[in-house]
């Protein structure tokens, strides 16, 4: 396919962008003993995008013939010259910048698109069976898998000329306990950009161990009371106070829509210890589920530092952001399908792990909880954020006590990781098995080190 968008581009004037994208969904769930559902749809085709009189325009076709690809050209080029009056702020020239040539071969793609169907259904019928066998208080249990293989090339007249392929996989479990009129969940899940051994580095069984314990424990806890709270936050509620409640604000096109972040590069946001970035491909990625080495306009994609020591450096950039404040593109422009246009995305977003343990940071806190498992929540543009916990302990005398339930997380974000006073050295992606919604989704990851900090918790009143 490269070789046929190669040709169509060497016959293009402006600047073209052709991206062709195959895409291959599986889905399989287990509830009850039951397969409740086994599906496979797949979506293939070419978007155009044409920078035309200042602006873009976009087509796309599922005809993957030249033909078809040129008149896809005309129409995007249509499209460019209507919209044109109607832009206040034109498009001159996209920033010069290292554009993807090759082939970015990605791990695990034959390894999981080789194993059967009956394999990936008999894994998720054991652990739904493991999960209810575990205890006479868990009454009903659900298991899924899901995997999503894709191919892109990318081709540009001005350069790019890059092809992968990719595959995720995912594996989540949900048990159910019920006593005494009283109900509580457990969840675990974990998705990766891999193969079956990166995706099952942790062994199901454990994964469905700790989805029934907490359902089970969680009967017995007690509602705590709300207030400001010094926490222990979890990776997996690192990662997702700095996906919804960070990331999102540096995304340059919110950015320029009036985010908290706008206007405070250079400016204090966060504790010296913090630093945070958003990545396709760096030294701690490892399977991280939003992992990619070229995003849709053919960047290369890099280790986006937004905070270092506590000072904002960066926002996420396309091509078109970067020319706006005069900086290179960060690599997130990414598109979910071939008849998406790309936006501005985040990728694997992290708070970089510090020097002391988890069991260091406990010992030496006086009072508070230790937050972990990320339930559903909302964030907005100024940062404020407010997030479900699955899990809580107290905390008293440098000690884990009690769990506690019911808890929720708030406070804006920039406020909270200013009160950040220490930072574990250990680091996990936690957030591989969900997918972002920004009028498409993406499939990302977000993770990072155990923080203690300030926020207020929600509880009984």
Known sequence: MRLLLEEIINTLDGFVELRYHHKEFRSLRVTQGRVESTSARHRTGVGVRVLESGTWGFASTSDCTKASILQAVDAARTSARASAPHRKDPINDLPEVELAKGDFEMPGVDDIMTRSIDEKLELIVKAEASARAASTLIPSATAGYNEIYAEKVIVTTDGASAGFRYVRPEFRVLAVAERDGERSTGHEAVGVTGGWECL???????????????????????????????????????GLMVHEAVGHTVEADFVQSGSVAAGKIGTKVASDIVTLCDS??????????????????????????????????????????????????????????????????????????????????????????????PRNGQADATGEFMFGVQQAWRIENGKLGELVRGVTLSGKAFEVLQTVDAVSNEF??????????KGQPAKVDAGGPYIRCEAMLGGSQ
């Open 280 to 373: 396709g491909a760096s030294e701690l990625i490892d399977g991280a589920g939003g992992t990619i080495p070229v995003d849709d306009e053919g960047v290369i994609t890099q280790d986006t530092v937004i905070i270092k020591d506590g000072v904002l450096k960066s926002y996420l950039h396309n091509r078109e952001s970067a020319a706006h404040y005069g900086v290179a593109p960060t690599g997130n422009a990414r598109a979910w399908e071939y008849s998406d246009e790309p936006l501005i995305r985040m990728r694997n977003t992290y708070i970089r792990p510090g020097s002391k343990s988890i069991d260091e940071i406990i010992a030496n806190t006086k009072s508070g909880f230790l937050l972990d498992g």
């Open 200 to 238: 099952f580095r942790e062994e199901s069984d454990k994964l469905v161990g700790r989805a029934t314990k907490a359902a089970v424990d969680l009967l017995s806890a007690k509602i705590p009371e709300g207030g400001k709270n010094t926490v222990i936050l979890a990776p997996s509620i690192v």
């Open 428 to 437: 996990k992606w936690d957030l591989g098995a969900g997918h972002c919604g």
